[in-house]
């Protein structure tokens, strides 16, 4: 079946700019969730969803960032006036309900110049 | 909060040979312990994991072995081939989000 899927796969911006990233989890996972993986480093945690609602946005770096995901299933994450420090590789994977396992999409790759 | 440290950071094997890498982590409360396999620009795929009531999990050529009096566990991949060469990732999870360690990129010489 379909994995998770994000887009874009990349995403070039200018410092200051406002960019939207885009995820599609597993059809019917209930749980979703946004990490960062910076260089060199382990994807770390932003934000996650159950169902409609921000079940912990606990990693969320600063009011810059800014996820939603309204009807349940696509999901949006939101970056306000782009920092260069905000350049990484954004990652979205999905659980169902009552699984523990989490499968990742491809991630977008964000550069902030 | 929980910390995963993992180590090697690198590690090259010959074709054939075994790789094992090992993870610590610090919070009790952890109870699922997940591996992922990252390729380059790629996502990270899962490939094994274990729960903290099991003691060790196999599947073809790879293990993972948990150890939660120490807080550690480890994965173990025999009969290393050259399409096993990418970064691994430990994880942890105390709650839901997990927890990742830093990787271990690993290298099978043909």
């Known amino acids: 079946g379909a994995g998770v899927s994000q887009t874009p796969s990349n995403k070039v911006t200018e410092k200051g700019k406002y960019v939207e990233l885009r995820c599609d989890p597993i059809?019917?996972?209930?749980?979703l969730y946004w990490y960062r993986q910076s260089l060199g480093q382990g994807p770390e945690f932003l934000i996650y969803f159950q169902g409609t609602g921000a079940a912990d946005d606990s990693g969320l770096p600063n009011d810059r960032f800014f996820a939603v995901r309204p009807e349940g299933s696509v999901s949006t994450l939101k970056i306000q006036r782009t920092e260069r420090g905000d350049s990484a590789v954004y990652l979205c994977?999905?659980?169902?309900?009552?699984?523990?396992?989490?499968?990742f999409g491809p991630g977008t790759r964000l550069t902030v110049t | 909060g929980e910390n995963v440290e993992q180590h090697p950071s690198t590690l090259s094997v010959q074709e054939g040979d075994s790789a094992v890498i090992k993870c610590t982590y610090s919070d009790s409360a952890s109870n699922y312990f997940p591996w992922y396999k990252q390729e380059l620009g790629k996502g990270p795929q899962l490939i094994i994991d274990?729960?903290?009531?099991?003691g060790e999990k196999k599947d073809q050529r790879i293990a993972v072995t948990l150890n939660k009096t120490a807080k550690h566990f480890s994965l173990h991949i025999t009969e290393t081939q050259p399409e096993d060469s990418a970064v691994y990732f430990c994880a942890a999870e105390p709650n839901t989000p997990l927890v990742f360690g830093k990787g271990t990129r690993l290298s099978v010489i043909a």
């Open positions: 059809s019917g996972h209930t749980a």
């Open positions: 274990i729960r903290s009531n099991v």
């Open positions: 994977a999905s659980s169902s309900a009552g699984g523990v396992e989490q499968y």
